[in-house]
């Protein structure tokens, strides 16, 4: 068998960055958790580096560290979303305070010294808050771009639009800059877009087999997403809210269960109207280069059984 892809998380938890994380601690024998980097995003930076912790205790992976990172957008002011993920990200379940350090040391410290040290084209980047760790480490030590093996993003939107404004998803739009920085880097990215995510949703049937399991991450984890999902349901009019992050996980874990084209995106950062849209050249009807490959497609309950598999796992 294959040695455990090498992967660093980098989140803002958020109840659907939960799902992805504990869908990574379910799968230890495809993936080696070097590290969990979190930014400020879904919540400021406090929160988002308690709420990561808080799940490595959930789940009983006190060995996985958890750094901090930037606790603001590369050159904005930081916009939030306590109004989808409650006033802690991870509203829901009551959930005992962390007990577990930080890691000492900066997030993008850690980033660049990891990618530096393991072999090159060994370690994946996992993105599922806004990219500002990401553009941080690439600014300090351009380097590493070429060692990164695949930076896998959640992020962004076309046919679907946007979700915080009408042009744009949420992750993109908090730094455009630093996602604009990223997507130029000439790194292998593979984009989980709102086209995608939209597909995959919460349905009362699919929370319920989480429930079910009746451990401890389960049941919290059943209970944040009933959280969640009000705002979406209210929003999408649908049975269930999109659950974004955990995408980019399955990813690495069932290729097979997307499909996609690569093309070129580029980052709005300039128009009032457009901030932080990603404008994706589907059909290529540009000569820009490609430099993503955008996935539209997923198999939404293959996804779900491979949650509920790995989940039964922690």
């Known amino acids: 068998m294959a040695a455990p892809r090498k992967i660093i998380i980098d989140t803002d938890p958020g109840q659907d960055d939960a799902a992805a994380i504990m869908l990574a601690f379910g799968s230890r024998a495809e993936l080696d958790i070097l590290g969990i980097t979190t930014v400020a995003g879904n919540v400021p930076l406090a929160l988002t580096a308690r709420n990561a912790r808080i799940l490595c205790e959930l789940c009983g992976r006190t060995d ?33 305070e962390p007990s577990m350090p930080l890691a000492e040391g900066h997030a993008v410290d850690f980033i660049v010294e990891t990618l530096r040290r393991e072999p090159e084209g060994t370690v994946t980047l996992c993105t599922l808050g806004p990219l500002t760790n990401i553009a941080l480490a690439l600014e300090k030590a351009p380097d590493i771009a070429a060692r990164i093996r695949e930076l896998v993003m959640m992020g962004g939107g076309f046919f679907e639009g946007g979700n915080i404004t009408p042009a744009a998803e949420f992750n993109v739009y908090v730094d455009p800059e630093a996602a604009a920085r990223v997507l130029a880097a000439g790194i292998p990215i593979v ?41 979406d349901v209210e929003k999408y009019g649908s049975d269930g809210g999109p659950l974004h992050d955990p995408t980019v996980i399955a990813y690495l874990l069932k290729p097979e269960l997307f499909q996609g084209r690569d093309c070129n995106v580029e980052i709005e950062t300039a ?37 509920t598999e790995r989940l039964a796992a922690i």
């Open 64 to 96: 996985v560290r958890v750094f901090a990172g930037a606790d603001r957008p590369l050159a904005r002011p930081l916009v939030t979303a306590e109004h989808v993920h409650g006033k802690t990200g991870l509203d829901g379940p009551e959930l005992a």
């Open 271 to 307: 128009s009032p109207l457009t901030l932080g849209m990603t404008v994706v050249d589907w059909w290529h009807v540009t000569d820009r280069p490609k430099n993503a490959r955008v996935m539209r497609f997923i198999d939404d309950q293959g996804f779900f059984d491979l949650l």
């Open 191 to 231: 984009m989980m877009p709102l086209d995608l995510t939209h597909r995959v949703l919460t349905l009362k049937t699919r929370v319920a087999k989480i429930r079910a399991l009746g451990s401890k991450p389960a049941l919290a984890l059943a209970e944040m997403l009933e959280f969640f999902e009000r705002f």
